[in-house]
């Protein structure tokens, strides 16, 4: 699987949208994207993935650049609840493949600030 | 519905002493995992399971074992507790739904278990 750079940590106002960015400049064509976060020492909570369209759910927004080497995940309205550990991973979709686990890197911890 | 359930959710155990860590899950999912996460670090991977019966190693296997004698249910043991093996325990799980083209999409987390060696 493709490895990614995160900023380690990002500050955001309450109400304004949080871009947290991602780098995987090694992505192959079958790698999708995928995003998860972990509030305080909780259990991983799934955002949101995808593979090569800007993605959308009540979530967040994925936004996947053209040579998808680089993604953006929004967070429209960050509330304090945001706050979090932001991993961005990358790995392979299809089922078939013998590689199923998700590969966590260190991630983006997310303030946001009232 | 209870999603993903590790017990238990504290243990301090001494050098030496084994223990074995339960992760059920009532999804029905094919796939479960066992990650370790030590202070201000990523999650990695010690074993996997990809259906009843059958494990496989991850990144950090050595010093753990697993068995997957029901599809709910894997198992996390220790032989001897080390010192180093102190950190929290996250079981996942995930599904698969052959013949209907959809993917594995995302993984569901238990709350973990922080286990202290001492």
């Known amino acids: 699987d493709a490895k990614t750079t995160q900023p380690p940590s990002m500050d955001c106002a309450e109400g304004r949208a949080a871009n947290l960015p991602c780098n995987h400049s090694t992505i192959s064509g079958n790698e999708y994207v995928y995003w998860y976060r972990q509030i305080h020492s909780q259990g991983p909570q799934y955002i949101i993935h995808?593979?090569?369209n800007n993605e959308t759910n009540e979530m967040a927004s994925l936004i996947i650049t053209e040579d998808r080497k680089s993604s953006t995940l929004i967070l429209p309205h960050a509330t304090l609840r945001d706050t979090a550990v932001y991993y961005c991973i990358v790995r392979v979709g299809v089922m078939d493949t013998g590689r199923r686990a998700l590969t966590f890197g260190s991630g983006t911890r997310l303030q946001v600030q009232p | 519905n209870a999603g993903v359930t590790q017990t238990p959710k504290f243990r301090v155990l001494k050098t030496g002493q084994s223990m074995t860590l339960l992760c059920a899950q009532d999804?029905?999912?094919?796939?479960m995992y066992w990650y370790r996460q030590d202070p201000g670090m990523g999650l990695r991977l010690i074993h996997y399971?990809?259906?009843?019966?059958?494990?496989a190693k991850g990144e950090v296997p050595d010093g753990y074992n697993v068995s997957r004698l029901k599809k709910q249910n894997f198992l996390l043991g220790l032989e001897s507790a080390a010192p180093s093996q102190t950190s929290v325990y996250f079981c996942?799980?995930?599904?698969?739904?052959?013949?209907?083209?959809?993917?594995?999409?995302?993984?569901?987390f238990g709350q973990g278990t922080r286990l202290t060696v001492v």
């Open positions: 996942a799980s995930s599904y698969y739904l052959p013949g209907t083209g959809k993917r594995n999409t995302e993984a569901f």
């Open positions: 399971s990809v259906g009843e019966g059958t494990t």
């Open positions: 995808g593979l090569k």
């Open positions: 999804m029905n999912h094919e796939y």
